[in-house]
């Protein structure tokens, strides 16, 4: 926090309040961090939905440890803790995580701020703070390391750990804090035990839709996954693929920097998920089932659509369920904003306008991971009128997980005027 | 433009660096031998608090006559990372090492008797 050192009003001149700021570490306070944020929040006031902000569920998982159904596994997850506080039976590579880019990025390495004791969470007050501060209404939270998860080599180990932070995320957390929502892990590599979590939870008010994380090897169109998705489909919610990086799948192991891995494999898995979504012809037999897919940017949809609308023209009879182009299907589809490519603007542009960003796309920001956008990676985008912006910050997910929109934040009430602070962001 | 005292030269060692708010204004001060540079603490890509991240050394990558990789090391360049999204800056040119039209905003600054003098708009 600021340290006074007034030098105020000398030989007769206007008085400047001058303070000092500290430099930034994994100690410090997330409300410093984003207080450049915090100011942009208050001047703009939009309603803001962000559709995937992070827990870190490990600096919890003795809570988490505690939910497990079994004893088995329970013991199994605190025996890690005799060897150092590794996370037990979670399939994380720690020397592996590199995203903080070795140091330079604090609050991709810890979020180790104080908070006040007494009744509230910690990740609680943690992920207030960044609310409060990105001017955010609804924060939808999924978990970090368990991302990769869906490779552990031990499919019940999955349902085990998933259940057991489903039930942690949703008896601990989501009550202390309504403006938090969750879309609920599902044990993907255990079709059944979806199955289980999506009727145990479907009239949870915090949970406002499921989720697979992406980075797994398993055919979304596998037979065994239709009851799953009748029963999601009968909830109304929507289901949401997650995407994340692996470097230790083979076709990654041939990048040598962490930059190439990560750039490719955020993208990759949901590339082949939504391909073989669409190609046999899910969208047309679960027409009501909405799918958002999460956490690979945006620029690779114009080149799916593009690649997929090709091929399928030559070889429709590969695909007899589909009634249209592929690319339209993925218009119809939802997309969450972050990590938003800006470094052209032109082909940003042409991407919103080929998935229909208008309607189907919904900001994220990824906090507190270190590849983060905030709201004015919409904001400051100069091709999309006030009311598009509005609808991608807010009013889209809104629709989607029928959110109540606070009186003072409807469409009536427009945003404050403010003059641009700086030229549009442009990477 | 107003001078403003914001401290003592002293105060900041040789290879440190201090920031600064001066009203709205917010100035990281940066000390390199007998030099001090000053920056706007906003950085270009998304507006964060570039100044109050930490400094690192050019990372250099060496190529043989063969052009192969000899490895990394740290060069002798200086630069602020910006603690939001880890964007870099040389701390001599304000400049990106990728895209030196990216640049941190300078800011006029002055020493005088020991004490810092930062020009602050009227
Ligand atoms: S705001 Fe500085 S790196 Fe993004």
Known sequence: MLTKTPRNGKNGKRSLRISELPKISTATDTREILAHAAKEARRDNYFIVD????????????????????????QMARAFKERGPAPGLLNTTPGLLFQDVFGRIPHQQRLGETVPGGRTHRQVTLVQRAMDSLGIDYMVVFPTPMLVLGMHPQAEVEVVIGNAFNKWLTEDVLPQEPRMKAMLYLPFNHPEACVKAVEAYADNPSVIGFSVTSTRFRAVHHDSYMPLYSAIQATGKPLAFHSGFHWGDQSMQQCNRFISMHSISFVYYNIIHLTNWIINGLPERFPKLR??????????????????????????????????RPSEYIRDMYFSSQPLERSNLELTEATFKAIKAETQLLFASDWPHWDFDLPNSITTLPF?????KRNILGFNAARLFNLEIPEHKTLKAKPKKAPAVREPVTA | ????????????????????????????????????????NVCPHAGGPVCQGKIFNKVEEVITPDKKSAGLRFGKARHIVCPWHGYEYDLLTGCHPGDPSLRLMPVKVAVRDGQIYVSVPE
Request: net charge negative; aromatic share 10%; charged share 30%.
């Open chain 1, 291 to 324: 799918v958002i897919w999460i956490e690979s940017g945006l620029a690779w949809l114009p080149f799916l659509m593009q690649r997929l609308d090709s091929e399928y023209m030559m070889r429709s009879s590969e695909a007899p369920l589909l009634k249209r």
């Open chain 1, 384 to 388: 999309l009128d006030e009311e598009a």
């Open chain 1, 51 to 74: 559709v995937d902000a992070h827990v870190t569920e490990t600096a919890f998982w003795p809570d988490v440890i505690d939910r497990m159904d079994s004893d088995v596994y329970k």
């Open chain 2, 1 to 40: 433009m107003e001078e403003i005292v914001v401290g003592r030269l002293a105060d900041i060692p040789d290879g440190d660096y201090r920031i600064f708010a001066v009203d709205e204004l917010e100035v990281g001060i940066f000390r390199t031998g007998s030099k001090v540079l000053a920056y706007e």
